[in-house]
C-alpha cells in the first residue's frame, strides 16, 4: 500500500514539537508568525527544522497560491493552528489538546492545568464544515489520555501533548483509519484567556498560586503581578515553609524575606518563593527591596 504523502500547517511550540516527533517527513510546512514574543522563537525553529530537512515552507499568506501542492497530497495535518480553514475539508485533520468533547475552544491545556485535571488529552478528528456547531467538532479519528502528577510545568505538559499527535500522526498515515461519531451533546467549553486571566490572586493558597504560575509559564510569558509598580511575568517559583503571619489577610503578596534574590511573597495560605521573572521589555526583574508588595 503506497504511503499517505502529507502536509503539516503548525505554528508555536507545539508545532515545532510536533515535527521533532513525527517519524515520517510532510511534503510541506505552512506557518506564521502571530507576533506573541514568546511564539517567535518556534517560528524560527520551525523554518529552521524545514530547511535542515530540505522541507518546502511556505507562509499562511501564501496559502491561496499552493492549491497545486495541496492537491498532491491526502492529508493535511493542523497542529496548533488559530484560524478557521475553510478549503479543503476532506483532507484535514484537526489535533486538539484535549478529549474530545471535554474543553472545546482555547488553551485547553492551561484550562486542564488550572483545574488540575488528572490527565491531559488529545484527539485527531475531521473538523465539520457546518460552524454553527462550535468549535472542535467533528468526526473522530482517534483520542488519548495521558495521565498526569502535580506540580506540572507547562513546558512539559505541551511536550506531553505533542507526544500523542505526533503517535495519532503515525496511527493515521498507517492504518487510515475510518472516523467515529461521538456525543457532543454534553461538550464543556475552554474559554478565551486574556489579561485579566494571568493575573494573580496572592490570596489563594501557594499550591494553586504555583500551578497557575506553571501554568503560564514558558512557552508562554508567565503569570502576571505587579511589583513596584510595574507589571512582572513570574516564570518560575517553588512552595516553601510556612510560617505564622499575624494578621495574614492584611499582608498577602508582601515579601516576608529576600535569600539570593529571590523574594519569598506571603499568601492566602502557605508561602512561595519566585525563583525567575521577566518585565514587559523581557528583562529579568532583579529583586533586592524588601519592603515591596506584589498586587
Request: hydrophobic letters at 55%; one cysteine or more; glycine letters at 8%.
Given at each position: 500500500?503506497?504511503?499517505?504523502?502529507?502536509?503539516?500547517?503548525?505554528t508555536g511550540y507545539k508545532g515545532i514539537s510536533f515535527l521533532k516527533k513525527i517519524t515520517s517527513m510532510p511534503e510541506f510546512v505552512v506557518t506564521y508568525d502571530n507576533k506573541e514574543r514568546a511564539n517567535s522563537e518556534h517560528y524560527k525553529e520551525i523554518i529552521h527544522w524545514c530547511e535542515k530537512n530540505n522541507i518546502k515552507i511556505y507562509e499562511k499568506k501564501h496559502l491561496d497560491n499552493i492549491q497545486h501542492e495541496i492537491d498532491l497530497v491526502d492529508k493535511l495535518f493542523?497542529?496548533?493552528?488559530q484560524y478557521i480553514l475553510k478549503n479543503n475539508l476532506d483532507k484535514l485533520v484537526v489535533f486538539h489538546d484535549s478529549y474530545l468533547p471535554e474543553r472545546r475552544g482555547f488553551s485547553p491545556t492551561v484550562s486542564a492545568l488550572l483545574d488540575k485535571s488528572p490527565y491531559l488529552g488529545a484527539t485527531s478528528f475531521l473538523p465539520s464544515s457546518d460552524l454553527s456547531k462550535g468549535p472542535d467538532y467533528g468526526q473522530i479519528l482517534y483520542r488519548r489520555k495521558k495521565e498526569i502528577q502535580y506540580p506540572i510545568k507547562l513546558k512539559d505538559a505541551f511536550d506531553i501533548v505533542s507526544q500523542l499527535y505526533a503517535d495519532m500522526c503515525i496511527d493515521i498515515l498507517k492504518n487510515n483509519p475510518n472516523s467515529v461519531t461521538i456525543d457532543y451533546d454534553h461538550s464543556t467549553f475552554s474559554m478565551w484567556r486574556d489579561q485579566q486571566d494571568t493575573k494573580i490572586d496572592w490570596n489563594y493558597d501557594a499550591k494553586q498560586i504555583l500551578q497557575k504560575i506553571y501554568s503560564l509559564g514558558y512557552p508562554y510569558d508567565g503569570a502576571r503581578t505587579t511589583y513596584n509598580n510595574k507589571v512582572i511575568f513570574l516564570q518560575d517559583a517553588s512552595i516553601e515553609e510556612d510560617v505564622t503571619i499575624m494578621n495574614r489577610i492584611d499582608h498577602v503578596g508582601k515579601i516576608f524575606?529576600?535569600?539570593?534574590?529571590?523574594?519569598?511573597?506571603?499568601c492566602g495560605t502557605g508561602i512561595i518563593r519566585i525563583t525567575k521573572a521577566k518585565d514587559e521589555y523581557n528583562k529579568e526583574v532583579i529583586f533586592n527591596k524588601l519592603r515591596r508588595r506584589f498586587s
Open positions: 500500500m503506497r504511503m499517505m504523502k502529507f502536509a503539516v500547517f503548525t493542523v497542529v496548533g493552528w524575606q529576600l535569600r539570593e534574590g529571590c523574594p519569598y511573597v506571603i
